[in-house]
């Protein structure tokens, strides 16, 4: 399949250790923020979510950090493992309209 | 539960020719989007189709087209081709409340 992301700032982990992933948003008006995990060839898969009432929220391994003040999103995965290695964007929405989305980070798991 | 389906997955068009994609969204859900994805970007927005009417449009000339149908499944149109075309297209469903799910997208060269 095709390569998502040739140019992407990439994050190297070592297998089992956590993973922070990154994403300044543009629209301080923006009231629901998405994670959203690429692998080659295949569409976005959905991984967590969160509405701007809330700072944090935490699912199956990954916890998803909201600080409007600086306008900055965090995604963090426990334990990664190969599985993970995978292009992830950040996506903002304003009152259920359009997504915007982040340019990405690559995140490859080592050994 | 069906996901988002998208066809073809693959397509190749010369410079100046027309191409429909088409996109069946998820059972249940109303709203159906379409996204641009450059190689190395994340996907840009380019129109939102609401109970078969547009109901958004990113920053895409008049070329780029599209319809939903009454089972809210959904085709993108493409006028006249260009080069700069060369890209996944991605079809997004949602309830119109968050939460949306995409398709795998279809390769699209102009060549």
């Known amino acids: 399949g095709e390569s998502v992301g040739l140019h992407l700032p990439t994050l190297s982990v070592q297998e089992g250790d956590n993973s922070i992933i990154n994403c300044a948003y543009s629209n301080s008006a923006s009231d629901y923020f998405i994670w959203y995990k690429q692998e080659s060839g295949k569409g976005p898969q959905f991984i967590i979510d969160?509405?701007?009432?809330?700072d944090k929220r935490q699912g199956q391994r990954v916890t998803v950090l909201l600080n409007k003040t600086v306008k900055h999103l965090s995604l963090q995965i426990a334990a990664t493992q190969p599985g993970d290695s995978a292009v992830y964007f950040c996506?903002?929405?304003?009152?259920?309209?359009?997504?915007?989305f982040g340019t990405g980070t690559r995140l490859q798991v080592f050994p | 539960e069906t996901g988002v389906t998208q066809s073809p997955t693959h397509l190749i068009k010369t410079r100046g020719q027309q191409v429909t994609l088409r996109c069946s969204s998820q059972s249940g859900h109303n709203t159906v989007s379409w996204y641009q994805q450059a190689l190395g970007q994340g996907p840009q927005f380019i129109f939102q189709y609401y109970r078969e009417e547009e109901n958004g449009r990113g920053n895409f000339p008049p070329r780029f087209s599209g319809l939903q149908f009454p089972n809210y499944s959904s085709e993108l149109n493409v006028n006249a081709l260009e080069l700069d075309d060369s890209a996944l297209y991605l079809c997004?469903?949602?309830?119109?409340?968050?939460?949306?799910?995409f398709g795998s997208g279809t390769r699209l060269t102009v060549v």
């Open positions: 969160i509405r701007s009432n809330m």
């Open positions: 996506a903002e929405s304003y009152n259920t309209d359009k997504l915007i």
């Open positions: 997004a469903s949602s309830l119109g409340t968050g939460g949306y799910t």
